[in-house]
């Protein structure tokens, strides 16, 4: 599993893929009317996704009073239990597109706003001081 596949289940729950392949489900069997194909169609309705608080849900975690997650990428992984090492944050720059990933103050600055960018762009409430 990817790192930032790690991340989004610690925040959205682990059965957030089938929570998102169950978005749509047919809804009641076909009404017959030979002469129309598309009033056979089954109807298709979208289910409400949840979202997910991302800094209410990570200020609940134990541990959070004690990191520096809004701003720190090593922080953040820390309170997901997700290893925080260099050889870990240089994969998620590499999975988010950044293939000339450091480790410098500013590599990990920017780490954090695309993960965070990310959290918001899967359905995840993301205050926009801590996005880009």
């Known amino acids: 599993m ?40 089954p109807v298709v309705e979208k289910k409400a996704t949840p979202v997910v608080d991302v800094e209410n849900h ?28 260099y050889e870990s944050r240089k994969a998620l720059a590499q999975e988010l597109g950044r293939e000339d990933y450091s480790g410098s103050a500013e590599d990990n600055m920017w780490l954090h706003k695309r993960v965070m960018n990310e959290l918001a762009a899967n359905g995840g409430k993301v205050p926009t001081n801590l996005r880009d």
């Open 2 to 41: 990817s790192i930032f596949g790690k991340i989004k289940d610690a925040i959205f729950g682990k059965d957030a893929k089938a929570q998102e392949a169950q978005k749509t489900a047919p809804s009641g069997a076909p009404k017959a009317n030979p002469g129309n194909a598309w009033a056979n169609a």
């Open 58 to 85: 990570l200020d609940s975690m134990p541990g959070a009073d004690r990191l520096n997650w809004r701003t720190s990428i090593v922080d953040l992984m820390k309170l997901l239990n997700i290893d925080s090492d």
